[in-house]
């Protein structure tokens, strides 16, 4: 079945504590990209990614870091999470690195809080 | 520079009645538009798109949304709502050089009985 799967998907965790939250795609998908969702915003990009090795800032990117060392994989990494990184996190992917006319294809979602 | 209004964060329609989400953008570039559905607890699904074709775009369920470059918009229509497609919608914007995709605050639609 072709899917994004993101993991874990509920994750409580404490002011400071490196935390990773990972994001496969098996549709060979070139573009990945992170989302954050909170009430009222939206959703806003914090990484995106157009093939491997090529990440680039999204809207809010601070505090977070991304690599692309496969294709399938775009790890988001929180190296010290603070409580207003608390939110739901998406991770997404389309066919070409120009996402401009394509679907973007979500995952589950990961519920983080950060105390 | 790209930017995403949806003008209602909540609409309440009865059964059978029509659905109007309205949306509003801003791109130096010519965008791509999107609504996306989020039901409850779920991950988003594509509802339909515009990349410049024809301008009244048809998608899944009913939904149709037509592209009004003179008002930049990018309304979402329904001509009788059904209790499953109580959700929220979001409009997005996609263009020009930077592959980044604008989000808007959404609409929350509530079906009544």
């Known amino acids: 079945e072709a899917q994004v799967t993101q993991n874990p998907r509920y994750l409580i965790t404490v002011t400071g504590k490196k935390l990773t939250v990972t994001c496969s795609q098996n549709?060979?998908?070139?573009?990945m990209s992170w989302y954050r969702q909170d009430p009222g915003l939206g959703l806003r990009q914090i990484y995106y990614?157009?093939?491997?090795?090529?990440?680039d800032k999204g809207d809010v990117p601070e505090g977070y870091k991304v690599s692309r060392k496969e294709k399938r994989n775009f790890p988001l990494i929180l190296e010290s999470p603070s409580p207003n990184q608390t939110s739901l996190y998406f991770c997404?992917?389309?066919?070409?690195?120009?996402?401009?006319?394509?679907?973007?294809?979500f995952g589950p979602g990961t519920r983080l809080t950060v105390t | 520079a790209q930017s995403v209004t949806q003008l209602d964060s909540h609409v309440s329609v009865s059964e059978g009645t029509p659905v109007l989400l309205r949306c509003n953008y801003s791109?130096?570039?010519?965008?791509?538009l999107f609504w996306y559905v989020q039901h409850p607890n779920k991950g988003l699904q594509l509802l339909l798109k515009y990349t410049s074709a024809a301008t009244l775009v048809k998608g899944i369920n009913g939904f149709e949304a037509e592209f009004k470059k003179s008002e930049t918009s990018f309304h979402l229509t329904k001509p009788s709502a059904h209790m499953s497609d109580a959700a929220e919608y979001f409009c997005?914007?996609?263009?020009?050089?930077?592959?980044?995709?604008?989000f808007g605050s959404g609409t929350q639609l509530t079906v009544l009985p």
């Open positions: 997005v914007v996609s263009g020009g050089s930077a592959r980044q995709l604008t």
């Open positions: 997404a992917s389309s066919p070409e690195a120009d996402s401009r006319g394509y679907e973007q294809y």
């Open positions: 990614s157009m093939n491997v090795e090529v990440t």
């Open positions: 791109s130096s570039y010519s965008p791509s």
């Open positions: 549709m060979n998908h070139e573009y």
